[in-house]
C-alpha cells in the first residue's frame, strides 16, 4: 500500500511548541506550525539553524525536549507513521559492503509498498552499476541510491537533509524533476532543508524558514511573496523616508543615497517608492540577513489553539 495521503487526510507535520535543547542551549524553541499534505516544502535557515534538529525529530531520530509533533496525526515513532515517512539524512547512511542491488533488495524487503520500477529508474538515471559496492560509489551517486530507497517505499512524506548538495548540476536537474513528478503523481508530502535558494524556486510551493532555533516564515510561497514588497528611493534626511515606519520593516539597507528595503506592506505605498515583487531568493535572503525581523506565519501553517504557542496569530501582518 502506498503511503502516500492527499490533502484532505489533514497535515502532514503538525508541530505545537516544538523544541530541542542540548547543554549549550536550545536547537529548536518554541515552534509551531503545519505543514499541508501534498507540498513541497523548502527549509531553510542559516547554519546550526536547527533544519536537520527538525527533520530528525519527525524523522524519529531525536525525541523533542519540549511540544509535539505529529506526522500524518500520529507520532514519528508509531508503526502508521514510520510507513508513511523515508528520510534522506546528510551523511546517506547505506551499508558500505552491500551492492546498490542488494541495498535495492533490502529496500524491497523492508517495505511492503515497495515501488521496483520507480527505485530502479532513479538509479539507472545515473548510470549506477547495480553490481558496485556502496562504499566504492562517489558522494552524489550514493545520493542517488539513498533517493532511490527512499523514493522506493513511496512514503507520503518524505524529509530531505541537503539531498541536492553533493550532486553535479545535470543529475540535480534531473533528479529534481523526478522528485517532483513522484510527488505530483502520488500526493507526495516532501519537506527538504536547502541552502540553495536560487534552485527552490521552481521546486517549491511552501516554506518554512528558521533561525536561531525558531520559526521565521511559513505558508504558501506564492501567499508569502504577496505579502512582501521590495521598495527602492532616495534618501532624503538620516534616515530613510518617514513612511517607511508604519509599514512591519523586514530590511532595510542604504547604499549612497539610495535605500532598498523590503517590507510587509500596511496599507498604500508613498508613492516616492518604486515598488517591486520580490522573488523568493531575494524574499529568502532578506530574512536570513535580518534574523531579528518579526516572524510571520500565514493562516494555512498556523496550528490551532491546543498546544499552540500562542504567538502566531499575532505575528501575522
Ligand atoms: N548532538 C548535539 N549536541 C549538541 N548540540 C547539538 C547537537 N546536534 C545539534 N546541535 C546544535 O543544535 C543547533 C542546530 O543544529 P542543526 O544541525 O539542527 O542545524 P542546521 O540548521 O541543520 O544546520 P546546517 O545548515 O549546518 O546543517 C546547532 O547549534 C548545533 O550545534
Excluded at 509533533?69 to 558500505?96: D, H, I, N, W, Y
Aim: charged share 25%.
Amino acid at each position: 500500500m502506498s503511503g502516500a495521503r492527499g490533502p484532505a487526510d489533514g497535515p502532514a507535520i503538525e508541530a505545537h511548541g516544538l523544541g530541542r535543547k542540548y547543554r549549550r542551549g536550545w536547537a529548536l524553541k518554541d515552534c509551531s506550525f503545519r505543514l499541508p499534505a501534498g507540498r513541497i516544502c523548502g527549509l531553510v535557515g542559516p547554519n546550526g539553524a536547527g533544519k536537520t534538529t527538525l527533520l530528525e525529530i519527525a524523522a524519529n531520530l531525536l525525541e523533542p525536549t519540549a511540544g509535539t509533533l505529529r506526522v500524518f496525526g500520529a507520532a514519528p515513532g508509531s508503526a502508521q507513521a514510520v510507513r508513511r515517512t523515508a528520510f534522506v539524512a546528510q551523511e546517506k547512511p547505506l551499508f558500505r559492503r552491500f551492492t546498490v542491488e542488494e541495498t535495492l533488495r533490502l529496500g524491497r524487503e523492508l517495505n511492503p509498498g515497495w515501488d521496483r520500477a520507480v527505485a530502479e529508474a532513479v538509479v539507472r538515471a545515473g548510470d549506477v552499476p547495480l553490481d558496485a559496492r556502496i562504499g566504492t560509489l562517489s558522494g552524489g551517486r550514493r545520493t542517488r541510491v539513498a533517493l532511490a530507497l527512499a523514493l522506493g517505499k513511496r512514503p507520503g512524506l518524505l524529509l530531505l537533509d541537503e539531498p541536492m548538495s553533493d550532486l553535479d548540476p545535470l543529475a540535480r536537474h534531473e533528479l529534481t524533476g523526478t522528485l517532483m513528478a513522484e510527488a505530483a503523481e502520488h500526493g507526495t508530502t516532501v519537506l527538504m532543508s536547502s541552502h540553495l535558494l536560487s534552485e527552490l524556486e521552481n521546486v517549491c510551493d511552501y516554506l518554512l524558514v528558521v533561525s536561531s532555533g525558531g520559526l521565521r516564515l511559513a505558508g504558501d510561497v506564492d501567499e508569502l511573496l504577496a505579502a512582501h514588497t521590495l521598495l527602492t528611493g532616495a534618501r532624503t534626511g538620516d534616515g530613510p523616508p518617514p513612511d517607511l515606519a508604519r509599514h512591519t520593516v523586514v530590511e532595510s539597507r542604504t547604499d549612497g543615497r539610495q535605500v532598498t528595503a523590503l517590507v510587509r506592506p500596511d496599507g498604500p505605498v508613498d508613492d516616492a517608492w518604486h515598488t517591486e515583487a520580490p522573488n523568493l531568493e531575494e524574499l529568502l535572503l532578506a530574512h536570513l540577513r535580518s534574523p531579528g525581523a518579526p516572524p510571520l506565519v500565514l493562516p494555512d501553517a498556523r496550528v490551532g489553539d491546543s498546544g499552540d504557542s500562542g504567538d502566531a496569530g499575532a505575528v501575522a501582518a
